[in-house]
């Protein structure tokens, strides 16, 4: 499948004389999609100047709402290994690409004892970096490198009276949903217990706000999905809720609490007297294909295809269901945020699963092409979509193995195409890599994202879109 | 060092209650620079918003001039990794990083028997897709798959009556700069002897166009500028030149060849009846820098320093020299094409050496500078800024071996970054990667890189710039 479809094609020749030479300047100009890749500007993927469309993409006015999306670990490289997987080569994703604005940023850390630069960012860090525009240290949620909490682009949102959302196929507990509503020392602080034993300052016993859970339901954003329901077995030793599990906690706070596609799909309403609570899945939400794992001769074995995750519950949303709901419940008059993350591509380039990874990412890109969708028919609302740090998969030549793993697949366009991991040995976690990636956006203050920035600058340009209090100086 | 140094910091607080927390959400907005990342704002790039600014670089009329500004194997790990050992993470290039525009573009090439997409280029085959439009096989010298000739853009600037320029740190007869001025089926075609063996269809003997270095002088760019000069010392064996070296056939066609620093300083023209052609090393030119080689436990040694390579001609000029002198020869009336390869950042990485490929970086961005500053200065010509392809080379987390090689450098920031080198075994050449790449643009026409474009995009959009026969429909 191409996107779009076009079988248009102009052609014109020129023949020149250079330099003795004498040969004709075929211009086949057929754009992207069908056309045949061998002749002059058959992979093309611009139709005619280009000048006046992006300016008239440039907005410096104001959004009322803004859906933040984020591929963890989705960097350059791994969403062009699911284009040519999904797509073709010469495909485009129907959201991923179809943003008319795009940059560079950069993603890195802060070493919480130097606070010297630490080139490779985690998840936490990086989100933390977006959600609060301040720089802190791996780990970290949403407090700055001496501890101190740092206003997140949720929270501001919420207090300014609109209306929020933070989904993701993660545990909601897990660092990039984390840093939109909760502030803590250290990712791992879940429930009461991890939080007792590594974050005594979030502590409730310690008179602190609570594990990232005991956060969350507190931040209380009108819709929160994801994995993570066994978080919420545990129980409260101290404070208002004690002796209650985290899950009569949400019960006793209003929330509309749904496990699956049909709860989902029966919501009629998210707001501040019943929020919803979404969670999918005990842990993080099982992927959406499976393919065979990377090995030390991946890139010489036979291509093969991905498929379906047979583990895959029929009843579990996917990300671009979640996302459709999410907007419908809540556009308002007062406008919205909402944070929307593809958490295992980042999980399945760990994993060093190819088709896991590239699955995602197609995953990912139906709800961008969602948020995409409805701001193009609102006309009032701006999308970003990003990553949170590179990772190790890279596309390499087939029939060469590397030192670390491979895997070989067949791709759309029916070649082989070879995935290297090569940042950890066979059976340990693959690393995330301290490139820039790239940022896009669509709608009011997206210009901003264009040229090179910092994770940290869209903090201030959602705020700016949004007028919220960080806005940037003059916007 | 900054760029560009600034200490100014503004500083506003909001006090937010949210979710019965109160904090402050402090914004010391201080810009890059100099500025405390630890606070809030303090890594950001962007001094407000950033819309009217990007909307002014936008410019859909016609430039003069073009200079197009290639880092081989600069993908975005490589310009990320080279901006944080120079200028520090949150340091800016001079040069790459000022360019207004910027997007990212595919590099694929096709494979020559089965014509699918082959997800590897080599710097042949992605070279010959911008300086043609046409994709086509690693290995092909701006021909198509079916081998024929593809019209250059320096060939086409040249018909028009621009003035021409192509100058590289490489061989000159290497893919990048044969891309514009040759068409073989073959790189390494370099001379008469090889073209003979591999390219016989190129060969003078069977009425072809000869090897890339006689189509090189037969081309005639105004200027040529590289190393490569033992190829020079083969002779002809058939043809007008029979018997002549093609250093003598340069002579005779009227060239000024120069070999070092002090006859670049003494040119006062090039034009078509006394062409340069500089010739600074028998092979590729020495790199800048030097520093030790990537090993298998490099992640956990002691960071060091790169050092100025003790190998390196201080007769030899560098990218940026080459650069300066010229624009200042081909700025003429009618306009000029000039193409700048940054070569060696791809064989650095190719030979796994961190502080190799980091000082072909920071000297390629010099001669982006250069050309910056002239098209700023002069107000009718484009820069664009790219890759061919992306690279080996990633940031990883230091500490931590991986299964490849790995270097530990001290950077700016006085941080250790570790580049891990993971697509080869020990020994071997390091692979190239087929993710998408950044390109970055100013002046007229620019506004074509941003979003999703193909390397063979640039070839329509450079012709457009110069009104070249292959220009875009309606521009």
């Not at 999904?86 to 690409?97: H, K, L, N, S, T």
């Not at 989904?167 to 991890?194: F, K, L, M, N, W």
């Not at 842990?283 to 990377?294: E, T, Y």
């Not at 890139?299 to 709901?325: F, G, S, W």
Request: net charge negative.
């Amino acid at each position: 499948m191409k996107f779009p479809p076009t079988s248009a094609a102009r052609t014109a020749v020129a023949v020149l004389a250079v330099g003795g030479l004498t040969f004709s300047a075929g211009f086949a100009y057929a754009g992207y999609g069908g056309s045949d890749l061998t002749v002059n500007g058959g992979a093309t993927r611009n139709h005619g100047d280009q000048s006046a469309k992006v300016k008239r993409a440039i907005d410096k006015g104001h959004a009322k709402n803004v859906i933040l999306l984020i591929g963890d670990g989705m960097g350059d490289s791994e969403i062009t290994s699911a284009r040519n997987y999904r797509f073709g080569a010469d495909g485009r994703f129907p959201g991923i690409d179809a943003l008319p604005l795009t940059g560079q940023y950069t993603t890195f850390s802060l070493d919480e004892e130097t606070k010297l630069p630490d080139y490779v960012t985690d998840s936490a860090a990086s989100g933390s970096g977006w959600a609060t525009g301040t720089k802190t240290y791996n780990g970290a949620i949403s407090v700055d490198v001496n501890g101190k909490s740092q206003a997140t682009l949720l929270e501001l949102a919420k207090a300014k009276g609109l209306k929020t959302g933070n989904i993701t196929t993660s545990e909601i507990q897990d660092a990039t949903p984390a840093v939109e509503a909760s502030h803590v020392s250290d990712r791992s602080c879940y429930g009461p217990v991890e939080t007792a034993a590594k974050c005594p300052e979030a502590s409730i016993e310690n008179g602190g706000p609570g594990s990232i859970t005991e956060q969350i339901l507190n931040t209380r954003a009108d819709i929160t999905m994801g994995g993570g329901s066994k978080t919420f077995a545990q129980t409260a030793t101290a404070g208002k809720y004690q002796g209650l599990t985290l899950a009569a906690q949400a019960d006793a706070q209003g929330y509309q609490v749904i496990t699956d596609s049909a709860g989902l799909d029966k919501l009629k309403k998210a707001n501040q007297t019943k929020p919803v609570l979404g969670l999918f899945a005990s842990g993080n939400l099982p992927v959406q294909w499976a393919g065979p794992a990377a090995t030390p001769t991946g890139a010489t074995a036979e291509p093969v295809r991905c498929t379906t995750n047979p583990d895959l519950p029929k009843t579990q949303p996917d990300l671009a269901d979640m996302t459709t709901t999410s907007i419908d419940l809540l556009k308002n008059k007062k406008g919205f945020f909402l944070q929307v993350e593809g958490a295992s591509i980042d999980k399945q380039d760990h994993a060093a699963n190819a088709c896991g990874q590239i699955g995602e990412v197609v995953a990912f890109d139906q709800a961008v092409k969602v948020a995409l969708d409805f701001a193009k028919a609102d006309g009032n609302t701006s999308v970003f979509v990003t990553a949170d740090h590179g990772h190790t998969s890279q596309i390499v030549e087939t029939g060469t193995n590397t030192p670390g793993l491979t895997t070989t697949l067949l791709t759309h366009d029916g070649a082989p195409m070879t995935i290297a991991y090569g940042t950890a040995p066979a059976g340990s976690s693959q690393e995330h890599t301290g490139t820039q990636v790239r940022i896009a956006g669509y709608g009011p203050k997206a210009a901003n994202v264009v040229g090179l920035t910092d994770q940290t600058d869209l903090h201030f340009t959602i705020a700016s879109a949004l007028r919220l209090p960080d806005a940037l100086p003059g916007s």
